[in-house]
């Protein structure tokens, strides 16, 4: 079965620009702003029931996607001597996405483990970002029952933070001083949310006696009892800042050294040095598939592997 | 500072990105080749599918029997500890907060349409005049729970042409109710007599048509209900044609429920078919004794659901229906058929204990949230269906759907709600006979009740068909649904009386909107 009126999504672009130059050109500068619509979002669906068994099918939603924001973009040739230069480039991007016009809603993000049966924590629906996170509301253990304490007693979800990160911050220097060169690029974002769905059921209170169980959990000034239910909750939504160390290389550059090797570089690379973040998972940069039915879910933690950090030393000859 | 140069940059662009016409490829069709037929679909392979669909329906404690019953004041699924937790899932059916979002009433409506559209794709394909009779009884078994629950039935007349293109029609309420009941009175003429284990028969749909006449009122007005006498009558006149059949109240109220009740129940109208050796009846009625049963009893339960201590307080001690001995089960596993309450034995008159080392001493009080020492004791237990010792999936116990008691109960609601009386058979010929016929029956063994009136209908269907998946209708029938009951202290609000429409149908089909409240 085919969906004859199938179409092509349709996006509407709108950039308005502004680029300049200042301190003699030194320092380059660029504003744009963008707005994108995007509408017939294709969209892979159960059949309308009843009809077919779990048949599935490609339609376009009657919904539109908008996202718009700022990017701001700042190089600066700080230095550019003989034998020191310096240049410094500054990347940043401010963005709202919005879903509108859906009638109904989508779940994804589901959540894996003991206790998660049928558990979700994000959605599709109009008037909120995609994935927005929809949650029971954690207000703490209590400190008699040693239970979790939820706004209306957990029985009732609310739409919340936001799983997509609101800024996106790149930074990059190159820098070379006589043979000596040294390149660090960093990355981040800012803004969004991220599940733990590996705090929630991998290192819950319960495996106590049994298996690991989250330092935080055992100093924790309020105990929390061993029947505490695992829950999805805001309690496991953490906020994904972070700024990454993504990769840095020291250069030494020889030069010649015989007569037959004209050219002598070497240079030591490390990639994911360091994070800064409070993220508690392994790696803040994370995104474990955890669709529903094929819309995909967004920032879920849960057991990935965790990010590697490399060294490299490289020789490089020239002939 | 002096700017070196001022660019500005201004661009509008609506961008088309259509290169090819989208083709989408075939992945799932119901072809002759694929229904088993060399030529031509192979029909009765079709029919057999339609009656399987109700399977994961009705033999799950997660879809109908769940929708109907914790719901209800006769069920409880509370959680205990980090068990049965399922996020609330159960808890808010019985504290009647579900949303649009439910998982299981999602998945319930979804599965009720692939059973319609099962039973519409044997009417598609040439079927015998039974065969056709069948499929109609199949697709109104399928219609009937969606506009008990949800009122807005999506209904496809046919399952060929495009169905992507063209969405469900909906009906709603009386009219959805007129149209069930105009299909199995086409039905009815080519069904087959006789008991229907596992087949669809003139009973099974007069059974199914006296749901329908009984809830019509419902239908059209849920919140106050007005009952028509002509739709009473047809109650009566239905169930005196059922009741003109070899059905009886027999020797053993639990016999309609055994592992063998498709040969011991003498009650049994209509069942959903379970037989271990032909691999039919999906788990069978096992979820109905394994949700309460503990986990150190014989079966191993799952340790989950009760019923509620204001409810089993509606029986008499001697009422056989709460519970006794049962042979096949009390000197197997030392358990009682019925309900569990106190200290349970094992067949060697040993006390059990929990996995704490506790009594395992099921009490009459439960909380929504259990989490004390007790938390795997509290609650009274149900067993209705004798557990199966020789086979575990699928049990062999049929499903019941339809039997003697609740059409002799309908029959008897349906005079006191104006119809008129009938005398036949040996049930007697006034609400209060019919009533008191099923109480004073050596199945039963309690007294007749002095007079009998709507209340006394209303509670002597929840000890008799308790547990079977009748209660949340019987209750919005009553007008009991709403009001503050044990672990429920609120009254809920109207918009209660329907589910809501699943957030996955509205966003499929927009002739579907939320029901009111929602």
Redesign the interface.
């Given at each position: 079965m085919g969906n004859p009126d199938l179409k092509w999504e349709t996006s509407a672009t709108t950039n308005i620009g502004l680029d300049f130059g200042l301190l003699k050109r030194k320092v380059n500068v660029s504003v744009d702003y963008f707005s994108k619509l995007t509408e017939d979002v294709l969209f892979e669906l159960s059949f309308p029931v009843p009809g077919g068994s779990s048949a599935r099918i490609w339609k376009n939603l009657p919904a539109t996607i908008k996202n718009s924001g700022i990017e701001l973009a700042v190089n600066a040739n700080l230095v550019s001597k003989t034998d020191f230069s310096w240049n410094l480039g500054f990347n940043a991007t401010f963005l709202k996405n919005m879903l509108e016009g859906l009638n109904g809603t989508y779940n994804t993000g589901a959540l894996h483990g003991q206790g998660t049966t049928g558990a979700y924590v994000q959605k599709l629906a109009s008037g909120y970002p995609l994935n927005v996170y929809y949650l029971r509301e954690y207000m703490g253990i209590d400190k008699t029952t040693g239970q979790s304490v939820y706004k209306e007693d957990g029985d009732v979800s609310y739409f919340g933070k936001d799983a997509n990160p609101r800024t996106l911050l790149g930074l990059s220097s190159e820098m070379s001083y006589k043979k000596f060169g040294l390149v660090i690029n960093m990355n981040g974002a800012m803004g969004h949310y991220l599940y733990n769905n590996t705090a929630q059921s991998v290192v819950p209170i319960t495996n106590l006696g049994s298996r690991n169980v989250a330092s935080s959990l055992v100093s924790a000034s309020v105990r929390e009892d061993l029947s505490n239910p695992i829950t999805s909750s805001t309690r496991f939504l953490e906020k994904g800042n972070y700024m990454k160390m993504a990769n840095m290389t020291l250069s030494y550059d020889l030069g010649r050294i015989t007569k037959f090797v004209k050219g002598a570089r070497v240079s030591l690379t490390g990639q994911n040095l360091f994070v800064i973040t409070k993220f508690t998972g392994f790696d803040p940069e994370v995104n474990v598939d955890k669709n529903i039915g094929g819309i995909p879910s967004n920032g879920i933690e849960y057991i990935p592997y965790p990010t590697a950090r490399r060294f490299q030393l490289n020789f490089n000859f020239s002939l | 500072?002096?700017?070196?140069?001022?660019?500005?940059?201004?661009?509008?662009?609506?961008?088309?990105?259509?290169?090819t016409k989208?083709?989408?490829?075939?992945?799932?069709?119901?072809t002759s080749g694929n229904t088993g037929g060399s030529g031509s679909v192979n029909v009765s392979a079709l029919l057999v599918g339609a009656y399987r669909s109700f399977e994961g329906l009705y033999m799950d404690q997660a879809r109908i029997w769940a929708a109907q019953e914790h719901s209800s004041d006769e069920a409880v699924g509370p959680?205990r500890?980090?068990d049965w937790?399922?996020?609330?899932?159960w808890?808010?059916y019985h504290?009647h907060?579900w949303?649009?979002?439910h998982?299981?009433l999602t998945a319930t409506?979804?599965q009720l349409?692939?059973s319609?559209?099962a039973a519409?794709t044997v009417l598609d394909n040439n079927p015998s005049a039974q065969q056709a009779a069948e499929a109609k009884f199949l697709r109104a078994f399928a219609m009937w729970p969606v506009l008990d629950c949800w009122d807005q039935v999506?209904?496809?007349p046919t399952s060929t042409g495009?169905?992507?293109?063209t969405?469900?029609e909906v009906k709603k309420g009386t009219a959805a109710a007129d149209f069930i009941i105009s299909e199995l009175n086409a039905a009815i003429p080519n069904l087959p007599s006789g008991r229907g284990l596992g087949i669809a028969t003139k009973d099974a749909a007069r059974a199914l048509l006296m749901k329908v006449y009984l809830n019509k009122g419902v239908y059209a007005n849920r919140e106050t209900p007005t009952f028509a006498p002509a739709d009473m009558n047809q109650v009566i006149s239905l169930a005196d044609q059922i009741l003109a059949g070899s059905y009886s109240l027999g020797t053993n109220f639990f016999d309609n429920f055994a592992p063998n009740n498709d040969v011991i129940g003498s009650e049994l109208i209509y069942t959903l078919k379970a037989d271990n050796g032909a691999g039919v009846g999906g788990n069978g009625a096992m979820y109905s004794y394994m949700c309460g049963l503990h986990y150190n009893t014989n079966p191993s339960g799952w340790n989950g659901f009760a019923t509620l201590g204001d409810f089993y307080d509606k029986f008499e001690a001697a009422d056989k229906r709460r519970g006794g001995n049962y042979t096949g089960l009390t000197n197997v596993s030392g358990l009682k058929a019925g309900f569990l309450i106190g200290q349970q034995f094992n067949q060697n008159g040993v006390a059990l204990q929990d996995r704490k080392g506790n009594p395992l001493a099921f009490t009459r009080e439960v909380k929504l949230?259990e989490?004390g020492n007790n938390?795997e004791v509290t609650g009274i237990r149900v067993i209705k269906y004798i557990p199966d010792y020789a086979h575990q999936f699928p049990a062999d116990n049929d499903m019941v759907i339809f039997r003697l008691a609740d059409v002799l109960l309908m029959k008897a609601e349906a005079i006191l709600r104006g119809g008129t009386a009938t005398n036949v058979g040996p049930y007697g010929g006034t609400a209060a006979a019919i009533v008191n016929y099923i109480r004073t029956h050596s199945t039963r063994g309690v007294a007749a009740l002095g007079t009998v009136d709507l209340n006394a209908v209303y509670d002597e269907r929840g000890r008799e068909l308790y547990w079977e998946g009748w209660r949340r209708n019987d209750m919005i029938r009553f007008g009991k649904f709403l009001a503050p009951r044990q672990l429920k202290p609120e009254t809920s609000g109207v918009e209660r009386l329907l589910y809501p429409i699943p957030?996955?149908?509205?966003?499929?089909?927009?002739n579907l909107t939320?029901n009111p409240g929602y």
């Open positions: - | 500072m002096k700017y070196g140069k001022v660019m500005l940059v201004a661009s509008a662009v609506l961008s088309l990105t259509a290169c989208l083709d989408e490829k075939l992945k799932s069709e119901t959680t500890g980090g937790d399922d996020n609330g899932i808890r808010v504290n907060k949303t649009a979002d998982d299981f409506f979804r349409a692939q319609q559209f519409t999506p209904y496809r495009d169905l992507t293109t969405l469900p949230k989490t938390l957030n996955e149908q509205l966003t499929i089909n927009p939320q």
